[in-house]
């Protein structure tokens, strides 16, 4: 999932709007210090919705869509 990517050692990033190349080093203090600017970062939308009574509903980019629309919306009573 996007708290916890497969990134170890020498990796290149690359921007999917402009076409930059970073190079990075990921060990696992870099990745702890993802994760906790991950759950911040999380933290943070979760209470902007609540204070705006906006439903939110985290998923993973590899959850099947008919699961999200027809069971997981549904659930939040977004969609009837």
Excluded: C, K, S
């Excluded at 702890?32 to 759950?39: K, L, P, S």
């Excluded at 705006?52 to 919306?73: H, K, M, S, T, Y």
């Excluded at 659930?75 to 009837?80: C, I």
């Amino acid at each position: 999932g996007e708290r916890d990517p497969d990134l170890e050692g020498e990796v290149v990033l690359v921007d999917a709007e402009t076409g930059e190349e970073v190079p990075l080093r990921i060990d696992e203090d870099a990745m702890e210090r993802y994760r906790q600017a991950h759950d911040t970062h999380l933290a943070a939308v979760r209470r902007a919705a609540g204070r705006l009574g906006i439903p939110l509903l985290q998923v993973d980019a590899d959850q099947a869509v008919e699961d999200v629309v027809f069971r997981q919306l549904r659930r939040l009573g977004v969609l009837r």
